[in-house]
C-alpha cells in the first residue's frame, strides 16, 4: 500500500519512518531542497547555527525511531543530558541557574530568592502530578477516536480533573504558589513553549516544567540538526524515497477519497496521504475544493520569533547554552504579542549558543548566538524592516547593559530570521510556531484530529494539529498518525 507523506518536518519524518518499518510504501513530498522543516541547520562562514528549534527533551521519542529502524541509539544517536538548564538573568542583577535536578534546583531558588524549597518542590511535584495525568491522552495517542477514551489512564485523568488547574490561568496558578515575582515570572515562561501566553492560557499547561526539572534537558552531540538527520537517514534505508525541490500542488480527492497528489503538473497516484503541512494551507491551497473547517482555520495563532544568528568574537563564560535575559514587564510584553502583533520595547531575550557543548560551532574563543525574542505572527499589517531595526538595537543594548560589554563590535557574522522569513521557508502560517495558540482551557481539544473525517485516506500530523507543536510533541503526532493508519488500513 502507498503512502504518500507531504513536507518532511520531523512530525512528516516520524510518520514515514514508521511506515516504511511497517511494510508501507511510502514517498515524501518536500517543497525545500532539504529535510526537516524549521529543524535544519546552516553557517555563516566559521560559525555553525541551528535555524529553529533549540531545546531537547524526550530524547526516548527519537532512540524509539533508532531501535524501530533495528539500530544502535548509542552509536547512532549520541546525546548529553544538560546538569543545568538554562541560565536566567532579571533587570534587577538577580540572577539564577535552572538546575535539572528538582533538589538542586530548590536550593538555588532558596538561595537566590528566599523562596523555601520545599514550596518549589511542592511545585514541581504539582507540575509531574498533571504530567502523568494527562500525558496518555492528550499528548501520546488520539484524542478523536472512542478507544482512547477506554483507556485506564484516561478514567484516572477524568477523576483528576478539579486538581488540574482547567479554570484558572498559568499566572493565576503560578501567584498562588509563590509571592516571588521572580519565580512567577520564570514559570510564567513556559507559556513561551507552545508559543502561548500565560495571562491567558489554563494552568494545566503549569505541567511544561516537568518536562526540564522532572524528565531532564539534552543536546544532541552534533547539534539540534542531528534529530533531523538520524530520522531521514533511517528512513532513506528503510525504502522512503523523498522528492525535493516539489511543493504539492493539490491533493487530489474523488468521491471523498484520497487519490494521489499533484506536484509541479504531474499526477502521483497514491493509497494514503498524510500531510505534514500546516493546517492553513493544506485547507486553503492543497484542499481549496473540499470543505473548510472555519472555526479551526479561524482561531488565535500561536506567537512567531525574531532570531538573530551571531557569530561572537569573544567567550562568555557567565552565559551556559540557554540563557534568558527577561524583560521588566512580562503582562505589557505579551500584550504586545498577542493583541497588538508586534515585538515589545523590552523583550525577553533568549541566547542559545551550541559551542558551549559543540566546540567546532565557533571559532576557538568565539561563541555562535542563537538570539531571539518573541513576536505576533505575521498578519501582513506589521512594518517588519522597522521592528528588525529598532528590535535590534533594543537587543543590544539590554545585553551590552546586563552583561558590561559592548556586544555590537563583537559580531563577526549575522542573518536574521523573521515571521516573513518563517511563513515563507516552512509555510507556517503567518510564521506561527506552533499553529493556533493554547490561550484556550479547552485548548488541547480544539486542535485539529489527526485525520480527515470526511476524506476517507487523508491524515494530518506536524505542530499546527493534535497534539500540538514543540519536537516532542510532533513526534508524537507522528506516532500517533502511524498507529491510525495501521489500524484503518492493516497490511496484515
Known amino acids: 500500500m502507498r503512502v504518500q507523506v507531504i513536507g518532511s518536518g520531523i512530525a512528516g519524518l516520524s510518520s514515514a519512518l514508521r511506515l516504511a518499518c511497517a511494510g508501507y510504501e511510502v514517498e515524501v513530498f518536500e517543497a525545500n531542497a532539504y529535510p526537516g522543516g524549521k529543524l535544519t541547520q546552516f553557517k555563516l562562514g566559521e560559525y555553525r547555527f541551528d535555524a529553529g528549534p533549540s531545546l531537547f527533551t524526550l530524547p526516548q521519542l527519537v532512540l524509539d525511531l533508532v531501535k524501530l529502524a533495528g539500530k544502535n541509539p548509542e552509536t547512532h544517536f549520541?546525546?548529553?543530558?544538560l546538569e543545568q538548564s538554562c541560565n536566567y538573568f532579571y533587570e534587577d542583577g538577580t540572577r539564577f541557574s535552572a538546575w535539572s535536578d528538582p533538589n538542586k534546583f530548590a536550593l538555588e531558588v532558596e538561595e537566590k530568592l528566599k523562596?523555601?524549597?520545599e514550596q518549589v518542590?511542592?511545585?514541581?511535584n504539582d507540575a509531574a502530578f498533571k504530567y502523568k495525568i494527562t500525558a496518555p491522552l492528550f499528548v501520546e495517542n488520539t484524542l478523536h477516536r472512542l478507544s482512547a477514551y477506554s483507556l485506564k489512564e484516561t478514567l484516572s485523568g477524568i477523576l483528576a480533573m478539579p486538581k488540574l488547574d482547567l479554570f484558572d490561568t498559568?499566572?493565576?496558578?503560578?501567584q498562588d504558589f509563590f509571592s516571588s515575582p521572580h519565580l512567577q515570572q520564570y514559570f510564567n515562561r513556559f507559556a513561551t513553549y507552545n508559543g502561548s501566553d500565560p495571562y491567558q492560557a489554563p494552568g494545566l499547561l503549569t505541567l511544561i516544567p516537568?518536562?526540564?526539572?522532572?524528565?531532564?534537558?539534552y543536546f544532541p552531540k552534533q547539534g539540534m540538526h542531528q534529530i533531523t538527520e538520524t530520522i531521514y537517514q533511517l528512513a532513506l534505508e528503510k525504502g522512503v524515497s523523498f522528492h525535493f525541490n516539489s511543493r504539492v500542488d493539490k491533493i487530489r480527492v474523488e468521491n471523498n477519497r484520497v487519490k494521489g497528489l499533484e506536484v509541479n503538473g504531474q499526477f502521483y497516484p497514491s493509497d494514503l496521504v498524510v500531510s505534514n503541512s500546516d493546517m492553513h494551507p493544506l485547507y486553503r491551497s492543497l484542499l481549496r475544493t473540499e470543505k473548510q473547517p472555519?472555526?479551526?482555520?479561524a482561531q488565535e495563532k500561536s506567537s512567531s520569533a525574531l532570531i538573530f544568528y551571531w557569530g561572537i568574537r569573544k567567550s562568555f563564560p557567565e552565559l551556559l547554552m540557554h540563557n534568558i535575559f527577561f524583560s521588566s514587564n512580562y503582562r505589557k510584553e505579551f500584550d504586545t504579542i498577542f493583541k497588538k502583533k508586534s515585538i515589545d520595547e523590552d523583550p525577553t531575550i533568549y541566547i542559545n549558543i551550541t559551542s558551549k557543548h559543540k566546540a567546532d560551532d565557533a571559532p576557538d574563543g568565539c561563541e555562535n548566538w542563537f538570539v531571539m525574542v518573541n513576536a505576533g505572527h505575521n498578519t501582513g499589517e506589521q512594518n517588519w524592516d522597522e521592528l528588525i531595526a529598532s528590535t535590534r538595537k533594543n537587543i543590544l543594548s539590554k545585553l551590552s547593559r546586563i552583561l558590561q560589554t559592548d556586544i555590537e563590535p563583537l559580531i563577526e557574522v549575522e542573518d536574521y530570521l523573521d515571521p516573513r522569513r518563517i511563513e515563507a521557508r516552512t509555510s507556517s502560517y503567518g510564521?506561527?510556531?506552533y499553529g493556533n495558540a493554547s490561550n484556550n482551557r479547552f485548548a488541547a481539544f480544539l486542535r485539529h484530529k489527526n485525520f480527515s473525517s470526511s476524506i476517507k485516506g487523508l491524515y494530518l500530523c506536524g505542530g499546527s494539529v493534535h497534539p500540538g507543536g514543540g519536537i516532542p510533541l510532533c513526534l508524537n503526532s507522528g506516532k500517533i498518525v502511524s498507529e491510525l493508519i495501521q489500524e484503518d488500513f492493516s497490511l496484515s
Open 294 to 297: 472555519e472555526k479551526l482555520l
Open 170 to 174: 498559568m499566572d493565576e496558578v503560578n
Open 431 to 433: 510564521g506561527s510556531l
Open 78 to 81: 549520541p546525546y548529553i543530558q
Open 115 to 117: 523562596v523555601p524549597k
Open 121 to 124: 518542590l511542592k511545585y514541581l
Open 210 to 217: 516537568h518536562l526540564e526539572h522532572g524528565l531532564g534537558s
